[in-house]
């Protein structure tokens, strides 16, 4: 019922930059909270920036100070700047958003995910 699709991963140097991009597509009426996560080999999967309907955000440590979250309603896309990258960020970054598909009816919507591989 509904798609998340995330771009613009791939391998960059350490303190290069990249732009990621979700954007979401189906049988949407609303969506409330979008985000980012990430999840590298052995570890869980960790918050690393989320967005309100309002554009109120929340980042986690591990990218705070050089990462930024946005959101484009009308396009019902999140994207994800991020910089001064270091090979601790390498990880596969996944897209979540809340959706509702009715108005009686949300819930947790997950994109497939996109690697980010930082070289030293």
């Known amino acids: 019922q509904v798609q998340l699709v995330e771009s613009g991963g791939g391998l960059v140097q350490a303190g290069g930059s990249l732009r990621l991009s979700c954007v979401a597509s189906g049988s949407i009426v609303g969506i409330f909270a979008m985000g980012w996560y990430r999840q590298a080999p052995g570890k869980q999967r960790d918050l690393v920036a989320s967005?309100?309907?309002?554009?109120?955000?929340t980042y986690g440590e591990s990218m705070k100070g050089r990462s930024t979250i946005s959101r484009n309603n009308a396009k019902n896309t999140v994207y994800l700047q991020m910089n001064s990258l270091k090979p601790e960020d390498t990880a596969v970054y996944y897209c979540?958003?809340?959706?509702?598909?009715?108005?009686?009816?949300?819930?947790?919507?997950w994109g497939q995910g996109t690697q980010v591989t930082v070289s030293s």
């Open positions: 979540n958003m809340y959706v509702s598909i009715s108005p009686f009816r949300s819930g947790d919507y």
């Open positions: 967005i309100s309907t309002g554009g109120i955000t």
